[in-house]
């Protein structure tokens, strides 16, 4: 402890109150300008300065309601959310609370935001130290909140203490801000760059150079089709041409195609524990699919007979797209390994002459401008049926053009989320941060405390 501080209950260096609620069965008692009367979903920021609800003065004097002064400290104790946090907020006029808060008005002696603070740096052990055991809603002892020890300063130095936490909280959250910012502009730029690549901007140079070097995208969807209609011999079925003259003008050499034209689709293995047999296999669902990555923790378990693996499984280059959740989400299985997948995603093989990976990014494209949007069905729960799929429009370059784009966005690509990861890293850091400063603060080494306060405090 630092000379000349001390350390003092709350329940000794102010008032504790409670609330109540009005009925709410007598209207006259909730008005829209009345007193302002907190509840847990007011308790946002660090002082409450309004409320959803305001009761009348007959409400206060007909209920369990009081009258809270200005500059009260207000604390949640009963509510789910005490699982997470303890809320603790600044209640800067004069007001009422419900039953699930607790108001502690300081006395002259200390400054109601040198407790809040302390009250927010403190969050977990309070929590810890002060929860109920056994109850059916988490729950605070109130006399053991009351009885807290909180380390007592000299009021000239609980002002430093303060004015110095928000000088330094308003730069940590100025730094934030402009995180945000920053991930605003990430995420416009790498839309910018997707709408480039497919308009055929990002390869305008490369295709000038390489012009009398490369094969139209019509012939090598034609060459795809020849081998299609030859594999599938009298199973085959001609589709009708395609009408693109709604469509955006595509690049020279570009071509407008069926997204089945270019990728064999099928969806994975329904989950049925009464019906499916034989041995057990790992399998992904909708949750393991990210955009361009897969989450492989902890893959749940399906049986399959030894015939139907093939038929339910990726193999490396495959195109794993979600059907449900946020339908159009996928990524490129590229592990030696096979993987079985469940009927919540379409598997889409690629056939040849066609790089997986660049249509991944033309799904993110259209999925974050809405042009697939549109094919989903479903009101609350929208999905991307197979039938659907049949009718997404892709833009096909030539082969060459692909392997070509798809390295350049793979290398811008990595760029951004590089920054990505940068910037999540450091926002990390801000709750941290704020975390240090408090602690600093309290253990009296976030500002000097003058001679005078250190021989009288």
Request: charge should be positive.
């Amino acid at each position: 402890m630092p000379a000349g501080w001390q350390r003092k209950r709350l329940s000794d260096l102010g008032v504790w109150r409670g609330g109540g609620t009005p009925s709410k069965s007598t209207p006259e008692y909730w008005v829209p300008t009345g007193i302002p009367w907190v509840s847990p979903k007011d308790m946002k920021s660090v002082r409450v300065v309004d409320t959803e609800d305001h009761i009348s003065r007959e409400a206060l004097a007909k209920s369990a309601a009081k009258i809270i002064p200005p500059n009260s400290v207000l604390y949640v104790v009963r509510s789910g959310i005490l699982r997470r946090i303890l809320p603790v907020s600044i209640l800067t006029v004069e007001g009422a609370v419900n039953q699930d808060l607790r108001a502690f008005t300081p006395s002259a002696q200390i400054e109601p935001e040198y407790v809040y603070y302390y009250s927010v740096g403190e969050n977990r052990r309070i929590l810890r130290d002060c929860m109920k055991d056994g109850t059916t809603v988490e729950s605070l002892d109130v006399p053991s909140l009351q009885t807290i020890q909180i380390p007592f300063p000299p009021l000239p130095e609980q002002r430093r203490i303060v004015a110095k936490i928000e000088e330094l909280f308003t730069q940590v959250d100025a730094g934030v801000q402009a995180l945000e910012r920053a991930k605003v502009l990430l995420k416009q730029y790498r839309q910018s760059l997707l709408k480039s690549a497919f308009s055929g901007k990002v390869t305008e140079k490369w295709r000038q150079e390489n012009r009398d070097k490369i094969e139209p995208a019509s012939l090598l969807l034609e060459r795809i089709r020849e081998e299609r209609k030859k594999k599938m011999g009298k199973r085959y079925k001609e589709l009708p041409t395609l009408d693109t003259s709604s469509l955006p003008e595509l690049p020279e050499g570009w071509a407008w195609a069926r997204f089945t034209d270019i990728f064999d689709c099928r969806l994975g293995k329904m989950l049925d524990q009464a019906k499916n047999l034989g041995t057990l296999h790992p399998y992904l669902g909708n949750i393991n699919v990210r955009w361009h990555s897969f989450d492989l923790i902890e893959l749940k378990e399906i049986r399959l007979q030894s015939e139907e693996i093939e038929n339910v499984s990726a193999v490396s280059g495959d195109l794993i797209i979600c059907e449900g959740g946020e339908p159009g989400r996928c990524a490129v299985w590229e592990k030696s390994h096979t993987i079985v997948i469940q009927k919540a995603l379409h598997r889409a093989r690629p056939l040849a002459g066609i790089i997986s990976h660049l249509y991944a990014w033309q799904l993110e494209l259209d999925s974050s401008t809405h042009r697939l949007a549109r094919l989903f069905t479903g009101t609350t729960i929208k999905h991307l049926p197979g039938e659907k799929l049949f009718e997404y429009l892709v833009r096909v370059p030539p082969k060459e053009e692909q392997a070509f784009l798809c390295d350049t966005l793979d290398t811008h690509m990595a760029d951004v989320e590089g920054l990505g990861g940068l910037v999540a890293k450091v926002d990390a850091s801000a709750e941290p941060l704020r975390q240090s400063i408090l602690t600093r603060a309290f253990k009296g080494k976030l500002v000097p405390a003058s001679e005078s306060e250190r021989k009288h405090g």
